[in-house]
């Protein structure tokens, strides 16, 4: 099927909404939501930060053709309430000379050229309330109020976004509030209950998400967490801190469990967002401990939030996650395995951040603003949705990085030829039970390095005429290279003779198609003197 067939074929807007733990088109295919954030218009430039030295269409440019297909913005109530009084001033934040197509314009025009970019190159678009107030260092307030800006400007501060957007399909998702945190006997701080109080955030997500979807019922509305939550036998009104199960700001969604958020007859546009960081940016409790991904699962990710998503609840989306590598080993073991968390459970993400002024975790850019961290883009690669080596648009029309892009696909092109109840597809029928042995072939390519690791990725190709069921690949490594992590893979030998075989979904393989596996070596990168695959 050619690209305008499965294009003509698709839904012709791209609105997404929830089944189960799933985020789903207006035809029912399940889609991945992966991508990263870049702030500024939450700060007092009232711009994306870079735009000093870096240009927009570039920036946007390169997100898309690295695979990032959505884009989690940071703003300030106040901004979008200059915004809804007409009071949209031209930023100091933005140098004409490096982006000369943005000269003269306002604060409210450069996010719409934004929005108009991110159309052309197949990017949709997430705006996050990171602050109440224009402040680079507004999120450290606990609340969605402050000074005199009151809760009802907070919702019709919303409501505006929803009336101005609700016709424009690549603004997709609204995250009700940064952050919302506090502890216990701090004043004010954010609970979560089935009140309606002031401080209750539940209560604020669900009005907020109410009166957006009274508006434009096809937006996603992201509820993020709070930071404690009372222990059994303990409320609300404790002021001692061992009373409480503590998380990250914005990461304790255990409340959700007896007191869900409740969005009416939209309730399959909610989403829940956790945010979850490593100890560079705090050093919580668990990690003063030896720790690895089963024990962070169990006693961390699963009782906050994860049971939410393995329950088939809501979908989760981890809006912010990332940090420094090289810099502290538990840093970059936290890292590795949330990253095979979000590979393993497909849980919708946005990196944290694009910007490298972040100041606790740095970005994927460079100080240059153009210049990719490619130690950290290898991390976060394989959390970025692929399909058959290309990364997937959540544009129906729209490639990942616009026409004629050659690293992306439209979502319409995705799902042409393909079954839409599932992804991955399940097994053909009719295969084969013994299929010929040896007929596939396995590439291995180094993606990139640094002192004692590298990240590189093995194509399976099935050279075949049958499907088949499955795979193993080997090689040979010299000694002191291993295969230290594995996705879409099972590592049955990590070197140096490394084993490995195909997981349940990517078995089989169509005559002439291929699949892709990613590990991260322990060690010197090196190249195999032969891959050898058989068929199973």
């Not at 943005?102 to 190159?121: I, P, S, Y």
């Not at 501060?157 to 919302?180: C, F, G, H, Q």
């Not at 303990?234 to 409740?262: C, I, M, Q």
Request: proline fraction near 6%; charged fraction near 15%.
């Amino acid at each position: 099927m050619t690209a305008s067939t499965a294009q003509a074929a698709a839904p012709t807007a791209d609105w997404l909404h929830t089944r189960g733990n799933q985020i789903v088109d207006e035809a029912g295919n399940p889609v991945w939501l992966t991508g990263t954030n870049w702030f500024g218009f939450n700060a007092t430039e009232r711009v994306f930060h870079g735009l000093w030295s870096a240009n927009m269409t570039e920036v946007t440019k390169s997100m898309a053709d690295r695979g990032i297909n959505i884009v989690r913005v940071p703003i300030s109530t106040q901004l979008l309430l200059e915004w809804k009084a007409g009071q949209a001033g031209v930023s100091s934040g933005v140098n004409t000379y490096a982006n000369p197509e943005l000269a003269g314009k306002t604060t409210l025009q450069v996010f719409d050229a934004f929005l108009a970019l991110c159309e052309r190159f197949g990017i949709k678009v997430m705006l996050d309330v990171h602050s109440a107030e224009a402040d680079n260092s507004g999120h450290i307030y606990p609340v969605w109020w402050k000074g005199s800006i009151t809760s009802e400007q907070f919702y019709q501060a919303w409501e505006w976004v929803a009336t101005r957007y609700r016709s424009n399909d690549t603004l997709i998702a609204m995250d009700v509030k940064n952050e919302p945190h506090g502890k216990a006997g701090e004043t004010p701080r954010a609970k979560w209950d089935s009140s309606t109080d002031q401080d209750n955030f539940k209560a604020a997500c669900e009005t907020a998400g109410r009166r957006i979807l009274a508006i434009n019922p096809n937006v996603l509305i992201l509820c993020e967490g709070i930071e404690i939550y009372p222990k059994n036998g303990t409320n609300w009104s404790s002021a001692t801190g061992t009373d409480y199960y503590s998380t990250w700001w914005g990461g304790n969604l255990r409340g959700a469990a007896a007191h869900p958020v409740n969005l009416g007859a939209n309730a399959d546009q909610l989403v829940y967002s956790p945010h979850d960081y490593g100890p560079l940016v705090f050093n919580q409790p668990w990690f003063d401990k030896p720790f690895d991904k089963a024990s962070l699962t169990a006693e961390v990710w699963t009782p906050n939030w994860l049971y939410l998503h393995d329950g088939n609840t809501a979908p989760l989306l981890i809006g912010e996650w990332g940090g420094r590598l090289g810099q502290d080993p538990r840093q970059d073991k936290w890292m590795t395995a949330l990253r095979d968390l979000i590979v393993e459970k497909r849980l919708h993400q946005t990196f944290w951040v694009l910007n490298p002024n972040s100041g606790d975790t740095g970005g994927l850019l460079l100080d240059d603003w153009k210049t990719w961290d490619e130690q950290k883009y290898a991390l976060l690669k394989p959390a970025l949705w692929q399909h058959q080596n290309k990364f997937v648009s959540l544009d129906h029309q729209v490639r990942l990085g616009g026409a004629g892009s050659t690293t992306g696909i439209s979502l319409g092109e995705r799902y042409g030829t393909e079954p839409p109840s599932s992804e991955p597809p399940s097994t053909p029928p009719g295969t084969p039970s013994e299929p010929p042995a040896g007929e596939c072939s396995a590439t291995l390519r180094t993606l990139g390095s640094w002192a004692g690791g590298f990240q590189a990725e093995v194509t399976v190709r099935n050279t075949g005429s049958t499907a088949g069921r499955g795979w193993t690949v080997t090689w040979t490594y010299p000694s002191g290279t291993t295969v230290a992590s594995l996705w879409n893979g099972v590592l049955s030998s990590p070197g140096p003779n490394v084993g490995v075989r195909n997981v349940d979904h990517n078995g089989a393989i169509a005559p002439g198609g291929s699949v892709v596996f990613g590990f991260v070596g322990s060690g010197a990168a090196a190249t195999p003197s032969a891959v050898t695959c058989t068929r199973t």
